[in-house]
T-cell receptor, first 112, second 111 residues
Framework: EAGVAQSPRYKIIEKRQSVAFWCNPI?????LYWYQQILGQGPKLLIQ????????DSQLPKDRFSAERLKGVDSTLKIQPAKLEDSAVYLC??????????FGPGTRLTVL | GENVEQHPSTLSVQEGDSAVIKCTYS??????FPWYKQELGKRPQLIID?????GEKKDQRIAVTLNKTAKHFSLHITETQPEDSAVYFC??????????FGGGTRLMVKP
């Protein structure tokens, strides 16, 4: 079974620039999550999708972050404009129906 | 919302000793408690989980206990090995299948 795929793996941008991350979940997984993991901390949920609908985005900074999952499969997370404090690893995860979440390798973002 | 506290933040043990990591949570409605292991630069991977209708679960050298009344759960690793060295995260799932993670414990197993 193929795992959760993410790209790019690394990204370096200047502050105020824009960036987008892509996630392809495990086939058949209806639920998709985006997490932000700042160095030395646990992952923090940004947004959760069930198929192509948003279940929870209460911790997503909506003034600069956006996410979509138009066809209920792949998802993109965008930051515009980026701030220094957005430097983190962005993890995508997916789950079927038994609670276990499978994580992708993450995208390490550095904002200079 | 849910709040998960994890202790200790770092733990150093000698190979062969046991390691215990403890977590507390705030939302009494939480009913699923996974533990993830994250090696440096890699993705978090589930190592064991427990649901609220069970008090203890064991898988070889790893065990998890849950006390719903006190709202705390613990990870126990016996006969630790150098390859157990990693960061361990506990998490609690509240309504809507949403996980709240603890701050992590860096476990170092000295050979």
């Amino acid at each position: 079974e193929a795992g959760v795929a993410q790209s790019p793996r690394y990204k370096i941008i200047e502050k105020r620039q824009s960036v987008a991350f892509w996630c392809n979940p495990i086939s058949g997984h209806a639920t998709l999550y985006w997490y932000q993991q700042i160095l030395g901390q646990g992952p923090k949920l940004l947004i959760q999708f069930q198929n192509n609908g948003v279940v929870d985005d209460s911790q997503l900074p909506k003034d600069r972050f956006s996410a979509e999952r138009l066809k209920g499969v792949d998802s993109t997370l965008k930051i515009q404009p980026a701030k220094l404090e957005d430097s983190a690893v962005y993890l995508c995860a997916s789950s079927y129906s038994n609670n276990e979440q499978f994580f992708g390798p993450g995208t390490r973002l550095t904002v200079l | 919302g849910e709040n998960v506290e994890q202790h200790p933040s770092t733990l150093s043990v000698q190979e062969g000793d046991s390691a215990v990591i403890k977590c507390t949570y705030s939302d009494s409605a939480s009913n699923y408690f996974p533990w993830y292991k994250q090696e440096l630069g890699k993705r978090p991977q589930l190592i064991i989980d427990i649901r609220s209708n069970v008090g203890e679960k064991k898988d070889q050298r790893i065990a998890v206990t849950l006390n719903k009344t006190a709202k705390h759960f613990s990870l126990h690793i016996t006969e630790t090995q150098p390859e157990d060295s990693a960061v361990y995260f506990c998490a609690a799932e509240s309504t809507g299948n949403m996980l709240t993670f603890g701050g992590g414990t860096r476990l170092m197993v000295k050979p």
